[in-house]
């Protein structure tokens, strides 16, 4: 993260990093086998310092509250390393490829945020929860990088401001997923029910379609 901070992530070699970390290229390769290894390292390590401060203190607070202190404590946990993630998000926007790379690895960590902060992560509105997480904080992470006051106070004021934003968009998604599930379920029922189709089961469909349309 240092050399991040130093140098242009392309012109970082695997030597480098393991010079720098007083390694020799046989135990770096015993360890990441990649520089993206390196990064999806750092990000579990960013990750288990999150968790490891998660507490119950903030269980009856809203949902809003409840992730507001969690992001703002893997604020707290990246501060340190603030520069080289910079250059990395610098390096990312001129890297398509490895932005996917990368946003695989902020889909795992922000699951693991919205778990933290006791929101459900999983299922079809879980899916939105996390990917639209990953793009909030991308946001918030570029507002941060030019944040120089000590409080944070405009990287702060955007986090409320995005969070009450996605919580709007998520209560929209979860009314929609209740209103569809019905149909899905009808959909399911009358296909299964086709003759060979894989899934016909001799299951009372009639049934199924019927409890399905029921709110």
Do not use: C
């Not at 405009?154 to 995005?162: G, H, I, N, S, V």
């Amino acid at each position: 993260m240092e050399l991040a901070g130093e140098r242009v992530w392309d012109d970082i070699s695997i030597s480098d990093i393991a010079a720098r970390a007083n390694l020799s290229l046989a135990d770096f390769r015993d360890l990441y086998p990649s520089k993206g290894a390196v990064l999806a390292g750092f990000s579990r390590k960013i990750d288990r310092i999150v968790l490891e401060g998660t507490s119950d203190d903030l269980l009856d607070e809203p949902a809003k509250e409840r992730l507001f202190d969690v992001l703002m404590r893997r604020l707290d946990a990246l501060t340190p390393y603030k520069h080289g993630l910079e250059g990395i998000a610098e390096w990312l926007g001129r890297a398509p490829m490895a932005a996917a790379s990368v946003n695989r690895l902020e889909v795992n960590s922000m699951r693991f945020m919205l778990e933290a902060a006791g929101i459900e992560s999983e299922g079809p509105v879980g899916a939105v929860k996390v990917q639209g997480l990953v793009l909030l904080w991308g946001r918030v992470l570029r507002t941060w990088f030019h944040d120089d006051d000590a409080g944070v106070a405009k990287t702060m004021a955007l986090l409320d401001k995005e969070l009450e934003r996605g919580s709007k968009f998520v209560s929209r998604a979860e009314d929609l997923n209740r209103l569809a599930s019905p149909l899905v379920s009808l959909a399911r029922a009358l296909f299964e029910r086709r003759p060979g189709s894989p899934r016909d089961d001799g299951r009372d469909w009639k049934k199924e379609a019927d409890e399905a349309t029921k709110f």
